[in-house]
């Protein structure tokens, strides 16, 4: 099992930008894939990017499509997201995950690895 906590929410303007961090602890030696979720109020929670363990294969739903950059350092167990142009549509709870596959990180169905979550409000 793999604890998450993410960092970096807060208030910002649109055209804004915010950086999110999810940091894990416990069974990192393993490999895992990672994704960023968010839940905006009255919303079902909706997967926003994901990463594979090497880096090499990302995911991003359409609306942040080149907007938003999910990264990730190894070294330091850390998983970011990069937030550029933000809108008040991105007003949400973010979330970050954790699975050994990609495709269920995309999924977003089984997953037991979750953060906290972090507020991200964006003001028109």
């Known amino acids: 099992q793999v604890q998450l906590v993410e960092s970096g929410g807060g208030l910002v303007q649109a055209g804004g930008s915010l950086r999110l961090s999810c940091a894990a602890s416990?069974?990192?030696?393993?490999?895992?894939?990672a994704g960023w979720f968010r839940q905006a109020p009255g919303k079902e929670r909706e997967i926003v990017a994901a990463?594979?363990?090497?880096?090499?294969?990302?995911y991003y739903t359409g609306s942040v499509k080149g907007r938003f950059t999910i990264s990730r350092d190894n070294a330091k167990n850390t998983v970011y997201l990069q937030m550029n142009s933000l809108k008040p549509e991105d007003t949400a709870v973010y979330y970050c995950?954790?699975?050994?596959?990609?495709?269920?990180?995309?999924?977003?169905?089984?997953?037991?690895?979750w953060g906290q979550g972090t507020q991200v409000t964006v003001s028109s």
């Open positions: 995950a954790a699975d050994p596959k990609i495709n269920e990180v995309i999924d977003g169905k089984n997953l037991n690895d």
């Open positions: 416990g069974r990192t030696s393993t490999p895992y894939a």
């Open positions: 990463i594979s363990w090497g880096g090499g294969y990302t």
